[in-house]
């Protein structure tokens, strides 16, 4: 069997008790294969990643042609720097930091500025609140999530301060836990968690006018 066969049969569907095993042997098979630059493996990536990350870019930049271009530089990194990648996080978490990493590069060539710097006033939005978001139970974004169509989810999404609109796809579409959004917005877990809850707190009202307005129409 080829790596390249090898590593996609890692990708197959498994049981729960098995998952934490796969995303282990998934992880350190990527990390062999990229410091290889085995060209079947990185097929094999572009094809489970692509429609993730081209999401996220999008949801990130809120414009189709920045987040086309990044995609392709993402790959690009992904091929010339993948000895960086040990296989101790999931693939998924080093290839949105990534992201996020070219994302603020052009944000910087651009207007100067980063990413945080751009929606980050420094003011109470991101001090520490005395909540807990439970990173395993069901949130209000999954309760309109069964009940709202997607475009009406990302509408809603699209009107939010890019730093509560990206912890939320990160957590509810792209299902990173707390301690990898972290790792991938080089945030304290604390401020992970207050822009998780400001980003829930200021979604709902958006879904909700959405969704009356929609079930007026009827």
């Known amino acids: 069997m080829s790596t390249g066969a090898a590593i996609r049969s890692l990708f197959a569907p498994s ?3 098995q998952a934490e095993a796969l995303v ?5 098979a990527i990390a062999e294969g990229l410091k290889r630059q085995d060209a079947g493996l990185l097929d094999a990536l572009i094809v489970r990643y692509q429609h993730r990350l081209l ?3 999008l949801f990130l930049s809120g414009n189709r042609e920045m987040a086309e271009d990044l995609f392709q530089e993402v790959w690009m990194r992904v091929l010339t720097r993948g000895s960086q990648f040990n296989g101790k996080a999931r693939f998924e978490t080093w290839l949105f930091t990534i992201a996020r990493n070219l994302m603020i590069d052009q944000r910087r060539k651009r207007t100067m500025s980063s990413l945080d710097e751009m929606f980050e006033t ?3 939005d991101d001090r520490p609140m005395y909540c807990e978001v439970a990173d395993d139970q069901p949130s209000p974004f999954d309760r309109f999530s069964n009940v709202e169509d997607r475009e009406y989810i ?3 999404l699209l009107q939010l301060d890019a730093l509560y609109r990206e912890v939320l796809v990160l957590r509810f579409h792209e299902e990173l836990s707390l301690d990898e959004i972290a790792k991938v917005t080089h945030a304290p877990l604390s401020t992970v968690k207050s822009r998780l809850y400001r980003g829930l707190a200021a979604i709902k009202p958006k879904i909700e006018r959405s969704h009356a307005h929609r079930q007026g129409a009827v």
């Open 24 to 28: 282990r042997q998934e992880s350190l």
């Open 15 to 17: 049981s729960a008790t």
């Open 55 to 57: 999401r996220y870019l």
């Open 122 to 124: 420094g003011n109470e």
């Open 154 to 156: 990302a509408a809603a």
